[in-house]
């Protein structure tokens, strides 16, 4: 991933911050014909390893072979930068779009898993962890247990270990302050559909967050 210096994400903690906000990643390995293929996966990052599956059904798991090497691309929240935004623009009009946004790619290889008991403590970490903020959590248990062995029937676990992590967050670090804050400004006035408006307003508060903690420097 292309990132220049002022855009890496170094600090550990938070470029597993951002995979666990994005909760999901896209799996992309290639087979033996050449061709990659790509499925977004639900994710956990535990240690060195990343958990997840696929359908059975899906035929990307049978091209691959334990030590495939792999890459998960997770996204971040993103947002078109109007040049109109700068206060450069008014200054010289030497300026241009470009799209903010965030992301990390997590290289390693793959091991697929087909037993059991590994399927259903992988499916029930990740339940527990997205049911447990609720008022009522469903918890595997909840259904009958020969659903769940069905269930559990119909899925491939997948494990990736990890080699190398890059964290990238392009939110205008190469800009002057002034631009940045009109960029923070901009979005936050956006007037877009519900999803893009969050996307946009959660690049904002990204940027206006970098913003506050160099004027503190």
Request: a negative charge; hydrophobic letters at 40%; glycine letters at 8%.
């Amino acid at each position: 991933m292309y990132t220049p210096p002022f855009n890496v994400v170094s600090d550990e903690a938070d470029v597993r911050a951002m995979v666990t906000a994005a909760r999901t990643a896209w799996l992309v390995t290639t087979g033996e014909d050449g061709v990659p293929m790509a499925t977004s996966v639900p994710v956990m990052w535990r240690g060195q390893k990343v958990i997840a599956h696929v359908a059975k059904a899906n035929s990307h798991w049978k091209q691959i072979i334990d030590g495939t090497p792999a890459l998960l691309i997770v996204g971040g929240a993103q947002a078109y930068i109007s040049p109109s935004w700068y206060a450069a623009k008014a200054e010289h009009g030497k300026v241009v779009p470009t799209w903010n946004y965030s992301a990390v790619h997590l290289t390693g290889t793959v091991t697929v898993h087909h037993d059991r008991e590994w399927l259903r403590a992988a499916v029930t970490e990740l339940t527990d962890t997205y049911e447990g903020g609720r008022d009522q959590p469903w918890q595997v248990t909840d259904a009958p247990a020969q659903y769940i062995d069905g269930q559990l029937g119909g899925i491939v676990g997948i494990e990736v270990t990890v080699t190398r992590v890059e964290g990238k967050a392009k939110l205008s670090q190469n800009r002057s302050e002034a631009d940045r804050q009109g960029v923070v400004d901009g979005l936050r006035a956006e007037d877009l559909s519900d999803a893009d408006h969050a996307q946009a307003l959660e690049v904002a508060e990204r940027m206006a967050d970098i913003l506050r903690a160099s004027r503190v420097e």
